[in-house]
């Protein structure tokens, strides 16, 4: 009877969670940079930045298990440094704006400390989503971006940014703005990187 | 003969246990000094919309599953949370935390799950929170996104329902408890508790 009901349920369970769902692809873990490491740059104040923009498919392909230029998505590794010895900085991701040459429409968006800055989609879960339906690839992605944090003095925060980009032909330089926001003072910090 | 085989076989799992065991139990013990809650009467904010929160993973129809991340979260981080402060309030709407130094809200950034094709196959939960910490103004001083994450067997038709639920209380838990030692590391929210610092005459 026991062995009966073992049988039905893992006959149930193949219905319900087919094999189709794939046993997991492997992720190569992208070697951490520093802001020196990068191939774009930039410094205000205490706060200095560095991009790499992950452009060879086959990169793509390790890192992330999916070809994401193809399907409208550029992965830029983001490594923000605090370089002040006694300052902390707000880095809060949802204030992150980009814009290229092609960029249509652009919609504007409040941060969280009034400051406005124009902002298009700026991956995350909707890049995702847009991405890729194979949910191991979906979590590797989120694991992956860049995250809202405060950059105590010498703490760094790393991560992607999943920018939109045509699917076909060669892409626009892409502006993307990195406001910071002193957390003694309430200053903001803007940097700005060109990929 | 049999005693013989059954003394050497008690002596290698003595040996083993002793061999992979006991380090174990000593670093744990080495480690780990006990933490201090940060001096601060502190209200944790569980708005009705962050409580109802369901995040659904899958295609519909196939192997769509729905997690209950808000309302587990809301059952299961104020015990946690509460011992980071001295003192800790629930309210369910930030201006009704109109007595405490610091107003911590929550907010869910996504959810990423795994599915695996078989009952006994290990899935992964991750739970993305920020934690954003705002002073008595209102002035935002900390900030921090936290990766909460369980892993647990995919289960059966009988038995995925109840792992699913477990799965999410796991990682809420581990979100939870990273964000308590992260509270309690903070230099930003510790200043918001420290006296002003006297000015020079």
Redesign the interface.
Known sequence: MRNRLIAL??G??TL?????????PKFTPYPEHKVSDCAVKADKGDISVGAQPVEDPKDQKAYFATEMTEKGYLPVYLVIENRSSAD?Y????SNVAMADASAGAVSEARS??GEKFAMFGVG??FA?RAIT?A??V??NL??SEI????L?PGVSVKGFLYIPIPKEGARGEIHVQIPV?N?RT?EIQVVNLTI | MVNSEYRFFSLIAVALFVLCCLPMKLSGQAAQPASQPVSLKAALVLTPEFCATKTK???WG??QETFPVGKTACEELEPIIKTAFTSLTRVDDPAKATDEQLVLIPKF??V????????F?NR?L?V?I?WTARDKSG???????I?GTAKRH?????T?GSNVKHIVEDAVKDDGEQAVAKIEA???IAKVGAPPPKSAE
């Open positions: 349920s893992a149930i369970a319900i969670f087919p094999a189709s769902i794939s046993a997991g902390s707000l880095f809060d991701k969280k400390t995350g879960i995702m339906s949910t191991a979906q979590e989120l694991k995250q809202s944090k405060t105590s926001v957390s309430s | 993973k899958g295609t196939i192997n950034v996504d990423g799950a795994t599915q695996k094709a078989f009952a196959s992964e991750t993305l920020e002035k935002t001083v900390w900030i921090e996104t990766q995919m289960g059966n038709a009988f995925h903070s230099p930003e």
